[in-house]
C-alpha cells in the first residue's frame, strides 16, 4: 500500500510542475510579454513599431485551439509565419497559405511538446503594393483555424 502511495504522489507532483509550463506556451511564448494576446479577434497590430512593418494577428479557430499569423518585410521578402497552437502534442494538420489569393504554400505539420504547437514559417515573394496573406490549418477531425492580414 505504501509504494501506491509513493507512485501516485509522484505522478501528482510530476503533473503539478508540467501544468504552469503548458499554461504558459498555450498562447505562444514567443510573444512580446507587454502586448496582450487579442485571442478569437482579427485585430492587426504592428508588433514591431518604429516603422519595420511587421504584424501580426489572432485568428480564428472552431475548436478550442488558438493561431496566430506574423508577417514582416525582410530583404524584399514577406517573412511569414502561422502558428497553431491546440495544447495536444502529435495532431496532424493541413496547412495552406496564400499571398493575394494564390497558393503559397500547402504542407502539412505535426503539434509538437511541450505547447503541444506547430507553426509553419516561410519567405514569400513580396509583391509591389499591399498583399494579403491568409493561412489556413485544417484537421482531420473538422477543426480548422483561419488567420489573414494585409501588408
Known sequence: MNRTRTITLSLVIALATLAPTAALAKHGADDNPNVPDDKG?????????????????????????????????DDGRLETEFEVDQNRTGVRWNVTIRRNGKLAVSTSARTRAPSGSFSVERRLTNGSGSDRITARATTSSGEVCRASLTI
Not at 492587426?44 to 496566430?68: H, M
Open 41 to 73: 479577434s482579427q485585430r492587426v497590430e504592428d508588433t514591431k513599431g518604429g516603422g519595420s512593418g511587421a504584424k501580426r494577428v489572432s485568428g480564428n479557430c472552431t475548436g478550442s485551439s488558438t493561431s496566430k499569423l506574423k508577417v514582416k518585410p
